[in-house]
């Protein structure tokens, strides 16, 4: 586990301490994840409601809990206890210069499938392989400029082997003439399970990867061990039937964005809120958007996604599945993930806090709680 350094102090990750000098300077344990939180986020507002979130998953607490949390902090950091700054109505910013520790980034390998490449990754080493079938456009070695996203990573591959891709199409994966089957996007996964040596594994599907892990448990069952979902959905039109779908009209608006502003942040608002007014994510957002896809490819890929509808697959899964939901996700409304809840066997729904859709965009913990727990309550794979 990571150490970090700012000023003279050290935060020590794997032996929950703070440092200075050479001298441990004792801290309470949710003042330590307070400025840990804070520490692996500088110079981002971290608002009350994530860091209760993170801090008291599943509780109510009163804000007077957190302002005591980061009292304790800034008593801790004596003098330089301003790093700590507020920011008035939004949260709390660490403003000092941290110096990150060296983690060397996975190795990012190619598996066949058919006459194409897909790029994949292997993280940590736990007893159960987790296969992270991605959302709409991503770019593997990108992703881990992100913070968050690479604290996400890195929290799932504290459990389990993790292997990550790029879908058919995007980031390090080759493109390929027209637009992939759902059959084809299906064997992928199976292809990047052979080369990294994984018989069965978790299948955890993110927003519109949600419908291909859904479509690969049902026709993959001898290799899925079980099933997660996060912000994932049925369909992406409207119906009488799934009236949480946005329209046709509103899809053609989400097209014209892609169309008129592809190279910039498109759609942060809508899936990451809690991340919308950050310049250094906007930043990043953007430059991971324009190296994931290009423009028409983009266009293309998310009218593909349109027509995604696997209602009729959900009762033919007959993994375990766990289902999570942010109950104020702005783009995949909470009754879609009750939903798919409600139609798979068996499946566990777990409503988390907050509005954004990206999983790494809100509180880390919550949902990584939640899928250890998840997963440590299965026989082995």
């Not at 949600?210 to 001898?222: C, H, L, R, T, V």
């Not at 942040?265 to 994931?292: M, T």
């Not at 499946?347 to 988390?352: C, I, K, T, Y």
Request: glycine fraction near 10%.
């Amino acid at each position: 586990m990571p150490a970090y350094r700012f000023g003279p102090f050290e935060l020590d990750v794997a032996g929950a301490r703070l440092v200075r000098d050479g001298a441990e300077i004792r801290l309470r344990p949710k003042a330590f994840a307070a400025l840990r939180l804070l520490v692996e986020n500088p110079a981002r507002v971290i608002s009350k409601e994530d860091l209760i979130a993170s801090l008291w998953p599943g509780r109510f607490v009163s804000d007077d809990s957190v302002c005591q949390a980061l009292s304790d902090v800034r008593a801790a950091l004596g003098e330089h206890g301003g790093m700590i700054a507020t920011v008035p109505k939004l949260g709390y910013r660490f403003d000092g210069a941290v110096e990150r520790p060296a983690e060397p980034e996975p190795e990012t390998h190619y598996a066949r499938s058919g006459a194409l490449r897909i790029a994949y990754q292997m993280v940590g080493d736990g007893p159960i392989d987790l296969v992270c079938v991605p959302g709409w456009v991503t770019h593997l070695e990108l992703g881990w400029e992100e913070p968050s996203l690479a604290r996400f990573y890195r929290g799932m591959a504290g459990f389990s082997r993790l292997i990550l891709f790029d879908k058919r199409g995007t980031g390090l994966s080759d493109r390929a003439a027209g637009l992939p089957t759902i059959e084809q996007r299906m064997d992928d996964v199976r292809a990047v399970m052979d080369a990294a040596g994984s018989r069965r594994a978790a299948i955890v599907g993110m927003s519109e990867g949600g419908g291909m892990a859904i479509s690969f448990a049902a026709a993959y069952p001898e290799r899925t061990h079980a099933l997660i979902l996060f912000g994932a959905f049925a369909k992406r039109v409207w119906s009488e039937d799934y009236p949480w779908a946005p329209t046709p009209a509103e899809r053609q608006l989400f097209f014209d964005e892609i169309e008129r502003s592809w190279g910039g942040p498109v759609g942060i608002e809508q899936i990451a809120p809690g991340r919308a007014a950050d310049p250094i994510f906007r930043s990043w957002w953007a430059k991971y958007q324009r190296r994931s896809a290009s423009p028409g490819a983009a266009l293309a890929l998310a009218r593909m996604n349109t027509a995604i509808d696997v209602c009729a697959l959900l009762p033919a899964v007959r993994a375990p599945t766990l289902v999570m939901h942010r109950t104020g996700d702005r783009d995949a409304h909470i009754d879609e993930g009750r939903y798919i809840a409600g139609r798979i066997p068996a499946a566990r729904l777990a409503e988390l806090p907050g509005e954004d859709h990206l999983f790494f965009a809100g509180a880390p913990e919550p949902p990584l709680e939640r899928m250890r727990e998840f997963l440590g309550g299965l026989p082995p794979a």
